[in-house]
């Protein structure tokens, strides 16, 4: 009797375990089934400006940079300045030793015996011919001509030796405040960079060679960027238009700029067409921008002031609409309605609403919270 009993109350007590497993798994189940109930943040629209920008890479430039060249050939024999140097037009910056060609030396010290030999022929007939005028013997015009060959053998003699000096000097003597051996500064500016040492071999700048540059010098008051804008956004760009400058190396401080030039044929560059800009800086006194220095700029293609915003992310779409979920109500469970607007200008992040919006509007935003009974 006893372990009948026994067995009856554990068959029971296992029915109850089977029972209770069965509607916790039902209850598990209605739990899961049940809807999931989605708070959304609620947003108002908002008074501000937005602006479309075109954004382009580049540098700094000072607006000419003027490589100063020689005049003549030699070998530099003194530098007189360095790279970050101001100077101004027509101040010394090097001087080039003139080593002369044998053959040109030659041919101009032939030059200067020649004219000695002429003139002194040239003298002592005038000589013979000033007494014999005195004489009577010969005439007037006689003496005149026999002067002017005189002269003329003279000034023959002086440009022989000039040439002489050039060739060998690189200046004659009466012509040294016009000096090729003194190379100049050609403009008021700052040396930018000089390659050349004391020693070094330069060539002149002619009409079949442009010459070794001595140094490069540049207006550092008044500088541009230059850079290049995608095709995609080019036909949206012209001259007159705002930049904001942000140059790295100055801890990313912005400048403004005005854009005075735009590329009329692009470049291919990494697969891509890009077309040059140029945009003039406005610098304070107070900074000091190198040229060289890498820049990004932002062209504002359309501004709109003090117009009704909200963020692009709550505006749905449907064909040429576009539309809104306004809060028609909070409690107990926030309920929506599709309600339609007109758009304006979009920087990707808000967006301007025309028409179609009040300022105490109630929008639906992303959800904030995603929990199941």
Known sequence: MKNRLLKKIMRIILLSFVGVAVLGTFFFLWKKAQPVEIVYEIIR????????????????????????????SGIISEVLKEAGQNVTTGEIIAKVKVIPEMVQLNSAESRVNVAKINSGQLENTFKRDEQLYRQGIITAEEYDTSKSNYLKAGEELENARSALEIVRDGIAKNSRVASTTQIRSTITGMILDIPVKVGNSVIQSNNFNEGTTIAAVADMNDMIFKGYVDETEIGRIREGMYIKLTVGALESRSFDAMLEYVAPKGEEKNGAMQFEIKAAVKIPDSVFIRAGYSANAEIVLKRVDEVTTIPESTIEFSGDSAFVRLLKQEHPKQVFEKHFIKTGLSNGIKTEVTEGLGMEDKIRGAAIKNDKK
């Open 45 to 72: 629209p908002e008074t501000g400006t937005i602006e479309t920008k075109a954004v382009a890479t580049g540098n700094v430039e000072p607006r000419y940079e003027i490589l100063i060249k020689p005049q003549i």
